[in-house]
């Protein structure tokens, strides 16, 4: 075999996946080895299909994967050579409009290998790298603005038939919901009204294919190695809160509801499990009285489900919104666990927005922003004020919190150098059944700055949750039974 | 061993002999798995075809299927074998005469095993396949009795020592991932994560399992049915719920797929009176209507 190259290969992308977390083991290794003797090299997406069956174990790690393997088996080396079509030289606005064109024209067509060939040509004409060699993904999709392309593509699919919402500039991208069928013309068929959210969804798709382009290619400019480590981006499960853009939030909140799901399941068949196998002695020994004190038919305790109150209290403030929002989303979907739940927001001051989270069924509703305009959650001061929120809470809701109510408070615990009033987070730890503070902060970074996270957490019991896989962890464990 | 399939493409012909249309993907990892004797672990959403995909293979090599259903405790005996306990009654009592330890050597052999789906499937003469379904219902102890099966080929009966297999069983184990599997028992399996199929594939599922249908309505069920999954929903149609609906709408022979159809024919897509609800209030077919 002249595989003494590809064993290198297979173990060298096996050491970047490790590196991003993926458990690979060397047995797994050999499996991936048999697989490509079995399958050869000729078909790549089947080599792609059987290194992935033999070195993922979960279906979470196939997006790691995929950057990953794009960079150890590349399709080709360079620009691509398969036939281009005629481009301006020259001006790069020229060349943008021209290639948002052939992309409506592509999207049309429902063309995938056209969308996958522009993506590749939108990075080799729009995303050089002026001052040094190299290419950005981000750039060649700010200047193409692909999302544009949406409502020159929908015009084309159905030319005559107009669009009913009747978007004037083509940049708007509001969509959203309802779309009024029909503007007349022809006969708009029901499921047309559905084109708007395919057409978004294949530029999202066409976005990925342009950052997969440019890491291929930088991937020859600076080194594999260096590629896979830095430019692969993490599964969603382990991306930072706080570094995350308002599309990861995007893609985190589609986590959501299959996590609600797995969440409830290994919730309730937790409480499943503690409420049998505990014997009852008292009762097994008065039953053994008819067997003449031969326990044989042991009797069992029978445990009370708790179903916990929960009140989360959310620091909706800029920095952590994000996170805030998301771990309101997943409670909010867990609701069913829970025999109430209450949730309170501050930026300074502590207003109740149980009624916010409950109605926004759509988890497109953004509950942070609602809750900044309507609800009093901003007092005097400008920054998030820890003191202040905690002090206003216990002056008005502590009647939330009673003797089986676990309070979760979320927040980086920074407190724009404001009092810590710890007076009032041990008033509610005395009152609560437990009280557990949700850090997004990395733990070596309390305590630095403004942070007073040291302080509270000799109050409270205060966690690092910095990714969805902590926070599932946290809720797991901690928040069951 | 000899494998049942010769390549990829011949995998996915003699699926599709069963009626199976598997994708790429899928056709690619069962070959693998059948070539490489590697148990195969199947995930996915539920209704995308994991348990049927077995039953395929089964029908495709000709092999007969043992099942093992999981659920909540589900154990050894219900897995592995039990002893008959009346036969062995019988034989004590028909054997009154004899010596005790020809007795108790008697009694503790293969004759009085019950074998249940494990042992069944390797002590089977002809080559089977196993299906593990919903191996995430069952208790982890039932993963630790797997492991030995998994990965040698072999049960220990304490009473009779070690029972190896006669055969070479094809396994498929399916998941739908409510309890996170042991790393243990992961490692031992090739992985297939099955999805929804792509629009192309379902419509020639659809058609194949409705060929009835005219060909512009199974595409436009496909298109509505995938705008469905992207909602938020408490239970999103699976494959055999697009397949129920294609068969519900020729049967009320409607010829296009209109608002009010959808809407009097939502019941069959969505399990949940709240998901109907939403996805009304989503589309607007009221105000589609009024």
Sequence with gaps: MPETGLTERLVAMSAALRRHGLAVGTSDIADAGRAVRVLGLDDRERLRTGLASALLRRSGERAVFDQVFDLYFPAALG?????????????????????????????????????????????????????????????????????????????????????????????????????????????????????????????????????????????????????????????????????????????????????????????????????RGQVDVRKTLRRSLSTGGIPIDPAYAHRRPHRPDLVLLCDISGSVAGFSAFTMALMQALSTQFRRLRVFAFVSTTDEITDLVLDADRLADDVVTTALRTRKVLGWGAGSSYGQALDSFTERHLDAVGPRTTVLILGDARSNYGLPRHSALQAIRDQARQVVWLNPEPVRSWDTGDSIAGQYSGIVDMHECRNVEQLRTFVGRTLAV | MSTPFSSVDSTRNGLAASDYLASDAIATTVYLASTLGKPLLVEGPAGVGKTELAKALARATGRDLVRLQCYEGVDESRALYE?????????????????????????????????????????????????VDELDKADEEMEGLLLEILSDFQVTVPELGTVTARTHPLVVLTSNATRELSEALRRRCLFLHVDYPTPDLERKIVQLQVPDLAETMTASIVRVVGALRDMNLRKSPSVAETVDWARTLLALGASELDAETVKSSLGVVLKHQRDVSTVIADLDLDRVLA
């Design chain 2, 83 to 131: 002893w008959n306990h009346a036969k062995q009654l019988l034989r004590i009592t028909a054997e009154r005469e004899s010596s005790w330890d020809s007795v108790r050597s008697d009694i503790f052999s293969e004759e009085f095993l019950l074998p249940r789906p494990l042992l069944a499937a390797i002590q089977s003469e002809q080559p089977v396949v196993l299906l």
């Design chain 1, 79 to 275: 620009a691509r050579t398969d036939h281009q079509p005629e481009l301006p030289e020259g001006d790069e606005r020229d060349v943008s409009t021209a290639l948002r064109d052939l992309l409506a024209d592509a999207l049309a067509r429902h063309d995938a290998e056209a969308l996958d060939r522009l993506a590749a040509l939108t990075l080799e004409r729009l995303g050089a790298l002026d001052r040094q060699p190299g290419w950005s993904a981000a750039q060649a999709l700010d200047r193409l603005a692909p999302q544009t392309a949406i409502a020159d593509a929908l015009e084309r699919r159905s030319p005559g038939s107009l669009v009913g919402d009747g978007e004037g500039g083509a940049t708007s991208t509001s969509g959203g919901g309802s779309e009024g069928s029909g503007g007349g013309s022809g006969s708009p068929r029901f499921e047309d009204r559905f084109e708007r959210d395919e057409l978004r969804s294949a530029i999202a798709e066409f976005r990925r294919s342009v950052e997969a382009e440019a890491r291929r290619r930088n991937a020859e400019v600076r080194g594999t190695e260096r590629i896979a480590d830095y430019a692969v981006r993490n599964s969603v499960e382990t991306r930072d809160f706080l570094s995350s853009g308002s599309k990861d939030l995007e893609e985190l909140r589609a986590t959501i509801h299959p996590l609600a799901k797995r969440l409830a399941a290994r919730l309730s068949s937790r409480r499943r499990a503690q409420s």
